[in-house]
């Protein structure tokens, strides 16, 4: 299975717009034919792919300012499904966009997934609205890079800058730090 990010020139566009259509919409009785995707082409594209080209799972990142991200379109194939796919292209998504510098992802969960994503760190805020014709909630998540050469455990120390001292104000546990190799 490989990940990759293509653009909406593509063929593996149309593969992804076929599988959302099958997905997402036609189970809705919609059509993303009824849609303006024009702003997709200023979007992030990313697909999980089989040896021969086939798409199993995508999702689209939509970048805001400050370095927030909107999720969308997650999607996987209906013969694939749970089995692990959604989670393993969120991880490689998550990956790919923090090493371009977001950190702050939302995306609108339907309510019947809302378990799900929160296994994936999301957090709810704010109540149930319509969507596409069904309830969704918003869900957000921070994901802190990790420092170069560390695994950066910091990410979980409620960690401050002491500017009269000049140092952390809260102390720097060294064994919280594991240098990678
Ligand atoms: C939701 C979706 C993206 C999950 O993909 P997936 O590859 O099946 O997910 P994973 O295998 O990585 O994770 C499985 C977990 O997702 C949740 N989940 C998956 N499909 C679900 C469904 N139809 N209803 C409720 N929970 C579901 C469950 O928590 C499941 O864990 P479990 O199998 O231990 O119960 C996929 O089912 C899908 O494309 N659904 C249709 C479109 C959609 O709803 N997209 C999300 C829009 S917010």
Redesign the pocket.
Known sequence: MNFREFTTGSVDYQRELALREA??RAPLGLSLRNEDLSAEKDQLHFGLFEADGTLV?SVIAAPLADGQVKIRQ???ASS????????RIMGELEKTLVARGFHRFVLH??V??V??YRKLGYVAVGGEFIEVTIPHVRMEKTVTAKIRGFNAKLKVLPLGWDAEVGRPSTPLRAGKLKALR
């Open positions: 997905v997402m799972a997650m999607a996987v694939r499904q749970r089995r692990g796919l959604e989670t969960a339907r019947a997934v378990g799900f």
